[in-house]
């Protein structure tokens, strides 16, 4: 087996997976799926941005739904013809990134994103 060629998880799996460890993902048409509320255009952009470098690091690109205040995120492993792990690692690092919490992660070394509506650039 290459690791193109990854075992597909059942809808049961993906479903269980995705509610104990990527809660704000859910499963739909084949793909897993996350739609990510943003500030408006700009913040969309770095949004999208972020995923994409880590798409192209890990050489699995999702598809992209991109609005003027949303992006939504869809996995599947196409040569696999579903979801397998490489999409669960994506979604999983995809989250890390977009929702980091520099202050809290940091011991005070950074003061992260100030608690101020102004400045909050995602929504979720």
């Known amino acids: 087996m290459t690791k193109e060629q990854l075992p597909v998880f059942s809808e049961d799996e993906i479903v269980r997976r995705l509610a104990s460890e990527l809660p704000k993902w859910y499963y739909e048409n084949g793909w897993i799926r996350r739609k990510i509320k943003t500030g408006g255009w700009k913040a969309t952009l770095m949004v999208v941005n972020a995923v994409g470098h880590l798409a192209e690091k890990a050489w699995h690109h999702p598809d992209l739904t991109v609005s003027y205040a949303f992006v939504i995120v869809k996995l599947v492993t196409h040569a696999s013809h579903g ?17 980091w919490d520099a202050a809290a992660e940091s011991d005070g070394v950074f003061e992260g994103t100030p608690d101020d509506p102004r400045f909050k650039y995602i929504k979720d």
């Open 83 to 99: 979801v397998t792990e490489k999409d669960f690692w994506l979604a999983r690092k995809i989250e890390e990134t977009l929702f």
